[in-house]
């Protein structure tokens, strides 16, 4: 029960709000809340029926935050966000001083006030800031950090001069280790309510030994006149001439370099993502890093580019490693890197890389991970988790160009791999055969079409998933349920999306076995996830 409405003369009490408030509350009647018909904070639900109470809470004299409870024919529920519908007064002249407790998922710190959770973007944790509440969004109430008033302990300077601008980075101003931990702790509190209340079996991460100079892979973009770099913090339209950046190697950083000067001196014209014109678009260089073979993409417009070969032999006196240098063409208007067509300016269209005892071939569009060492030990963890013995089948779904399948083919009698990218497909037979496996087979298929291409009686000892961000959704996961595999071993890049799945699980009958938390990515909130789940019934 959310509390005593306004109507009743009397000022409500919201759940999960404390006392510790120091300003009287603004009762505001039910009526007067205009979020009836809203979608619920995390819009799986829509909200059909009406609000039945309604209390402004205040944050500070002159801030207050809507919370209201809802009901409908179906249920009953205390939305514990902000009322999109109302907007929180801004404060004026006044800031509210904040302890940081964590950081989010999204990346801010997270902080509470009056029982509401506030994000403080720039934040680190176990510091006091002085901070100015905004409006509140779908992403939670957000305020802007105006001063840091007492240092955390982990805030530390950030390594890299384009820190704040530049959209590489979030957690920079962060200690690494602290970086990790947060990580780990985001993932637990993702996963705890599947626990229905007993501890979840979460291991401690696995973070980089060294969090510099990982990436395998970078995407630049060119900008007028003759920018390269990386985008602006929150800008799609913005790009910062970056100077350095200490995510890839160094060699990386010389070629954007060596690009960039060629590009003055031809005074070639740089692509504008407002109006579409213009011909670079993106730099693309894959580097790998147990092969030290590098490709250089240069992506257009569609049109001539007289001066391609020159700017070939150029990179290539300076860095004779090159295995790879291409120019791709992206007819589109998206800014994603798109080709429809591409041309070898210098050696082959691809470069190998290792990851363990397995050579994979890398193209432009192929999906790679892109953190050599931590995929190394991400293999090592589904390895453990899959419980091979050398005579089970394996169902390897999302395999990409067959990353695990071929690591694990030495120990089970076959696998097939699924993956909707015919590219992917196709390098994931390729790397069969540069291997030596001969017990993998792939498939380019929707992993959604997957159940009417299988034979009923088709039967798997594990089957390893690993969805882009937006997960398997609740059709794939019951395609894994019917299949009855033994084992399942979930690879996630997204602990959200990763709970709604492993839920279809846990109701037909798994268990979670364990659950392996790996920093791929320093320095941004992305936080990647191995769950080891077993049968436990015929379910
Ligand atoms: C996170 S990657 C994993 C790749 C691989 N497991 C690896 O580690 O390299 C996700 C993969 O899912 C594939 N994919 C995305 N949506 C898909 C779908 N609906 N059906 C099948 N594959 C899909 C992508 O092509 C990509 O290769």
Redesign the pocket.
């Known amino acids: 029960m959310l509390g005593k409405t306004a109507a009743s003369g009397q000022i409500a009490e919201p759940r999960g709000i404390g006392d510790d408030h120091e300003v009287p509350r603004l009762p505001v009647s039910a009526a007067a809340c205009s979020a009836s018909g809203l979608e619920d904070l995390d819009q799986r639900r829509s909200v059909d029926g009406v609000v039945r109470e309604c209390a402004q809470v205040p944050l500070s004299q002159d801030a207050a935050i809507c919370v209201h409870e809802w009901s409908n024919s179906v249920s009953r529920w205390v939305l514990p966000g902000p009322c999109y519908n109302m907007p929180v007064m801004r404060p004026t002249d006044r800031d509210v001083v904040l302890r940081v407790e964590g950081l989010s998922l999204g990346g801010s710190g997270v902080a509470h006030l009056n029982g509401v959770e506030i994000l403080v973007a720039g934040a680190a944790p176990q510091e006091t800031v002085r901070a100015r509440l905004t409006r509140p969004s779908r992403k939670g109430t957000q305020a802007q950090l105006i001063a840091v008033e007492d240092p955390s302990p982990v805030r530390v300077a950030p390594r890299c001069p384009h820190f704040g601008i530049c959209g590489g980075c979030l957690w920079q101003h962060v200690d690494y280790a602290a970086q990790a931990q947060a990580k780990e702790t985001i993932v637990a509190e993702r996963l705890a309510p599947l626990g229905g209340g007993a501890a979840l079996p979460v291991r401690p991460i696995v973070a980089m030994d060294d969090p510099w100079a990982f990436r395998n892979k970078m995407e630049f973009s060119f900008q007028p006149p003759h920018r390269l770099g990386l985008h602006q913090r929150g800008r799609w339209d913005e790009v910062i001439d970056v100077q350095t950046c200490f995510l890839p190697s160094q060699t990386v950083m010389e070629i954007v370099a060596a690009v960039r000067t060629f590009v003055v001196e031809h005074n070639l014209v740089c692509y504008n993502t407002r109006t579409h014109e213009g011909f670079l678009r993106h730099l693309v260089v894959r580097e790998g890093r147990a092969t030290g073979e590098l490709m250089v993409a240069i992506v257009t417009a569609p049109g001539p580019f007289a001066q391609a070969h020159a700017l070939a032999d150029t990179l290539v006196a300076q860095h004779p490693q090159i295995a790879s240098i291409l120019w791709a063409i992206n007819a589109t208007h998206s800014d994603a890197v798109e080709v429809s067509e591409s041309h070898v300016l210098h050696g082959r269209p691809f470069i190998f890389e290792r990851l363990g005892r397995q050579t994979y071939k890398v193209g432009l569009l192929t999906?790679?991970?892109t953190n050599t060492a931590q995929?190394e030990r991400?293999i090592d963890v589904v390895a453990e988790f899959a419980h091979l013995g050398g005579t089970e089948r394996v169902l390897?779904?999302?395999?990409?160009?067959?990353?695990?399948a071929l690591a694990l083919s030495a120990q089970a009698t076959e696998v097939i791999g699924?993956?909707?990218?015919v590219a992917?497909v196709e390098a994931a037979r390729e790397n069969a055969v540069l291997n030596g496996v001969s017990n993998a087979t792939f498939q380019a298929?929707?992993?959604?079409?997957l159940e009417g291409q299988l034979p009923p009686e088709t039967r798997f000892d594990v089957v390893?998933l690993?969805?882009?961000?937006?997960g398997a959704g609740a059709r794939?996961m019951r395609t894994i349920v019917r299949l009855a595999p033994p084992r399942v071993v979930y690879?996630s890049?997204n602990p959200t999306t990763l709970a709604a799945d492993l839920q279809e699980l846990i109701s037909a009958n798994y268990a979670i076995e364990a659950i392996q938390p790996l920093d791929l990515f320093p320095h941004t909130y992305h936080v990647e996830c191995v769950v080891g789940l077993r049968r436990i019934s015929a379910g």
């Not at 699924?418 to 990218?421: F, G, I, R």
């Not at 298929?445 to 079409?449: I, M, P």
């Not at 690993?466 to 937006?470: E, K, L, M, S, V």
């Open positions: 999906f790679f991970q995929a991400m390897d779904l999302y395999c990409g160009v067959g990353t695990f699924v993956d909707a990218s992917s298929l929707e992993v959604g079409h390893i690993d969805p882009p961000r937006a794939v690879v890049c």
